[in-house]
C-alpha cells in the first residue's frame, strides 16, 4: 500500500497563478484533510471531508478550494496565488475523527 | 473552543537523559488524544492514541499517559534517532483534531 500520496512535492508559482494539489489515499478512508504547515504555527486545518462529495472550511479556508469527487482523492486548488500561501501543504486521512489521520509526504509550495 | 499547549517549545538532551514533554488541553469532550513524530521534511508519523484518563501506551523507548488536563511523553534513554518533532493534537465534539505547535527534541550523541 502506498498510504497517502501527494503531487507535486515542489512548486513555484508567481503571484496571481493558479494550481491544484492532488492526494490519493489507498486505505479507503472516509475522511480526508488538507492542513498547511508553518514556522511557529503548527498545523493548521484548511479543508476537510467526510465522505465522497463532501467539503467542509477548516481554520484557515480563504483563499483555497476543494472537491472530493472520488473517494480515494482530495484535490487543493488555489485560483489567484498569494505570497502568504507560501507553506508546506499535507494532505492527511482517516476512518473518522477519533482513529489517527494518517499524513502525506508533503507539497513545499512558494509563491513569489 | 478546543486547546492544546505544548512545553517546551525545544529540547535538548544528551543520549540517555531521560526526560518528558507536555501537552496541556481543553476541550469539550475528549474523544481521543494523539501524538506524532515528525522528522524534517517529512509528514508526521503516528506514534499513540489516548482515550481516557489513566491510559498509557509504550513503544520502544516512548511511553504516552493522560490525565484530564494533560498528557505526558515519557522518553527513556534517548538515542541520537529519537531526534523529531513531536505533536500533540486532541480530538473533541467536533469533526477536527486541534494540533499543538510541537516540541522539538534534539538528542546529541
Known amino acids: 500500500n502506498a498510504g497517502v500520496t501527494q503531487t507535486p512535492k515542489f512548486r513555484v508559482l508567481k503571484t496571481g497563478q493558479s494550481m491544484t494539489l492532488l492526494c490519493a489515499q489507498d486505505?479507503?478512508?472516509?475522511?480526508m484533510y488538507w492542513y498547511r504547515q508553518d514556522p511557529g504555527m503548527g498545523l493548521r486545518l484548511i479543508h476537510y471531508?467526510?465522505?465522497?462529495?463532501?467539503?467542509a472550511k477548516g481554520e484557515v479556508p480563504d483563499g483555497y478550494n476543494v472537491s472530493r469527487l472520488k473517494k480515494q482523492n482530495f484535490l487543493l486548488g488555489l485560483e489567484s496565488a498569494a505570497p502568504s500561501q507560501t507553506s508546506v501543504y499535507f494532505c492527511?486521512?482517516?476512518?473518522?475523527?477519533?482513529?489517527?489521520?494518517?499524513f502525506g509526504p508533503g507539497t513545499r509550495l512558494t509563491v513569489l | 473552543e478546543d486547546q492544546v499547549t505544548q512545553s517546551p517549545e525545544a529540547l535538548r538532551l544528551q543520549e540517555g537523559e531521560s526526560s518528558s514533554l507536555n501537552c496541556s488541553y481543553t476541550?469539550?469532550?475528549?474523544?481521543?488524544l494523539f501524538w506524532y513524530r515528525q522528522d524534517p521534511g517529512k509528514g508526521p508519523e503516528f506514534l499513540f492514541t489516548?482515550?481516557?484518563a489513566g491510559e498509557e501506551k509504550e513503544k520502544e523507548r516512548l511511553k504516552a499517559t493522560l490525565t484530564k488536563k494533560e498528557s505526558f511523553l515519557h522518553i527513556t534513554a534517548p538515542k541520537p534517532e529519537d531526534s523529531a518533532t513531536y505533536l500533540c493534537?486532541?480530538?473533541?465534539?467536533?469533526?477536527?483534531?486541534?494540533f499543538g505547535k510541537g516540541t522539538k527534541l534534539t538528542v546529541n550523541p
Open positions: 493534537a486532541v480530538a473533541g465534539g467536533s469533526e477536527k483534531l486541534v
Open positions: 486505505m479507503n478512508h472516509e475522511y
Open positions: 476541550v469539550s469532550g475528549l474523544r481521543g
Open positions: 492527511a486521512s482517516s476512518w473518522d475523527t477519533y482513529n489517527e489521520q494518517f
Open positions: 471531508s467526510v465522505g465522497e462529495g463532501t467539503t
Open positions: 489516548l482515550y481516557s
